[in-house]
């Protein structure tokens, strides 16, 4: 599976599992509120399918409920809607509010604004009073009672639909013997209404005497009487109607589930777009990495990959690039090295060719000159080999050092005498100052190979007359050794190249000098063995001065 894959799928399952936790949170925090609130609705039912119900048998109508119900919603916090049996909705609080009203999930509650008629056992005591208007003498006293209860209630309910009519204010209703609730008459003196219900109630009463007296033929004749009233006072009373409660209408997985879902799917598609392009981010860099060290690999050293920040991947290009460039230096250098190697054998070898064919042909007598002459040249190869050997060793540190403790001072007391025949025959004053002893640990003979370089440079570039100093000293606790000379200098911008193998400040006048220009390369990577520094300071047509401290 490739990086940017993998980094999707890890940051893909990381979005969703964060989803699907704050989904379930979500989900059971609402899930409870809506138990909560429904619990509340069922508290709620009774109360409001009284109140509702009270509001219709007093007013005998359902016109003006909406104003009640919408008191009752706001008391009580829930959403209360009316519905009648044929799905015709009375009034709904969703839509007072102007708003659509909501589905409906909570079982609804009838109401039936009828009362129901309660024959009592015994009927001796019973007097009709006033309301008994029918006196059917053929009827029995419970029939009787039935007809009143009827009568009553008709004119109650008529009575007060009139008032509402004219928008009066029906009176409160008391509780009367047959457990019908009537109004008083004369508790608001409407002479109108009065007289209309009066007028309408007449015209119903025989079919209550009818419906009563079918009663007779039944087994239980007080059950048939109390269903005749409830038939009887259906035509007048306000329609049943049902009730639904409840502060929200929707079940958790309706209400949450669907914008959890959507919220959830929202997130997953911008989790989606989020880690495509984190995936890409990251892996493009890996990616244009990757195709750098195959371009590296296949020998395009100057490869090269664009830096991408201050992060890890940033840091990474930044190594890459500084890998690459150490290849290419290296590479370089060694292609350097090989050119060099070849240049510095193949001049003292032409001569070798050249004096050798000259000789054979006979084109040069052979003497004992030539032969010096061929063997120098010989020597110089040689030089050049052993030089090289001893750099590369030192260079890889595998060249040996035998330490022992001795005094530099005898070390440069050693090289001036070594080295006083030939500054006698060029013409040089050689002398030494030391202030000893300095004792130091090292390997004698390698840091008399550095000296006698020293020396012997400062001579082969020192012209008769001049001279060279050798110096020893301490200095801060540490030994050091100079070698002063009265030469011809080194031009500021050569200075810092003389440590590099085979330079030369002048091809021309060294080669005739025999310099290899590897002695001050194996000088210093001496003294860097030794823990030492080497460093030369010099002024053109004045002289030069190289300081090893040790
Ligand atoms: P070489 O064997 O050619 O002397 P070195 O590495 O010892 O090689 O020196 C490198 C170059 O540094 C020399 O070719 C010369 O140009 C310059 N150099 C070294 N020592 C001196 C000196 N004392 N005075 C002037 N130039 C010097």
Redesign the pocket.
């Known amino acids: 599976m490739s990086f940017r894959v993998r980094v999707f799928v890890l940051v893909l399952l990381v979005a969703v599992a964060a989803i699907g936790a704050t989904a379930w949170l979500t989900f059971g925090l609402a899930s409870r509120q809506i138990a909560d609130s429904q619990a509340a609705a069922t508290r709620h039912v009774v109360d409001t399918a009284e109140t509702v119900r009270a509001y219709a048998r007093r007013h005998g109508t359902w016109r003006g409920v909406s104003e009640r119900v919408r008191l009752l919603s706001d008391d009580s916090h829930q959403r209360i809607r009316l519905v009648n049996l044929y799905g015709q909705v009375t009034v709904d609080t969703d839509h007072l509010a102007h708003r659509a009203a909501r589905p409906v999930v909570n079982p609804p509650t009838l109401i039936d604004p009828r009362p129901t008629l309660k024959i009592p056992n015994d009927l001796t005591e019973v007097q009709l009073g006033p309301g008994a208007r029918t006196q059917d003498p053929a009827s029995t006293k419970a029939e009787l009672f039935t007809q009143t209860a009827i009568d009553r209630y008709r004119r109650t309910q008529l009575f007060a639909r009139c008032l509402v009519e004219r928008f009066i204010e029906p009176p409160p209703l008391s509780q009367d013997w047959f457990g019908v609730p009537f109004a008083a008459d004369k508790v608001v003196d409407d002479r109108d209404c009065q007289q209309q219900t009066t007028g309408q109630a007449e015209w119903d009463r025989a079919g209550d005497v009818t419906a009563t007296k079918a009663c007779r033929t039944e087994d239980v004749p007080q059950d048939c009487l109390v269903k005749a009233f409830g038939d009887r006072v259906a035509t007048f009373s306000p329609e049943p109607l049902q009730l639904f409660l409840g502060a929200v209408d929707d079940d958790a997985a309706t209400l949450v589930g669907r914008p959890t879902v959507i919220a959830a799917g929202g997130i997953l598609v911008l989790a989606l777009i989020g880690t495509a392009l984190i995936a890409r981010n990251v892996s493009r860099p890996v990616r244009s990495l990757t195709a750098a060290s195959r371009r590296l690999a296949d020998g395009h050293l100057d490869t090269r990959v664009p830096p991408v920040g201050s992060g890890e991947l940033g840091q990474l290009s930044t190594s890459f690039n500084r890998m690459a460039q150490a290849l290419e230096v290296a590479e370089a250098a060694q292609r350097r090295l090989v050119a060099s190697v070849a240049h510095e054998l193949r001049t003292p070898l032409s001569n070798l060719l050249g004096y050798l064919e000259a000789l054979q042909d006979g084109v040069l007598p052979p003497s004992r000159e030539l032969f010096a002459s061929l063997h120098d040249e010989a020597q110089l190869q040689r030089r050049i080999l052993d030089d090289l050997q001893d750099l590369t060793l030192a260079e890889s540190g595998h060249l040996t050092y035998r330490r022992v403790d001795f005094d530099l001072c005898d070390l440069v007391e050693a090289a001036r005498v070594a080295h006083l025949a030939v500054a006698e025959a060029a013409g040089v004053r050689l002398t030494a100052e030391v202030a000893g002893p300095l004792p130091v640990h090292g390997d004698q003979d390698r840091l008399r190979q550095v000296l006698g370089?020293l020396v012997t440079?400062?001579l082969?570039?020192t012209d008769a007359g001049g001279a060279v100093v050798l110096r020893a000293f301490p200095e801060e606790g540490r030994s050091v050794v100079e070698v002063e000379?009265t030469?011809?200098?080194?031009e500021p911008a050569d200075l810092p190249f003389?440590f590099q193998r085979f330079?030369?400040?002048?091809p021309a006048r060294?080669r005739a000098?025999g310099?290899?220009?590897?002695?001050?390369?194996i000088a210093r990577q001496i003294v860097l063995d030794h823990d030492g520094t080497i460093d030369a300071s010099?002024t053109p047509g004045v002289g030069?001065t190289?300081r090893v401290t040790l």
């Open positions: 370089n440079n400062a082969r570039y000379d030469g011809c200098g080194i003389v330079w030369r400040a002048d060294d000098t310099g290899s220009g590897l002695g001050l390369t010099s030069s190289f």
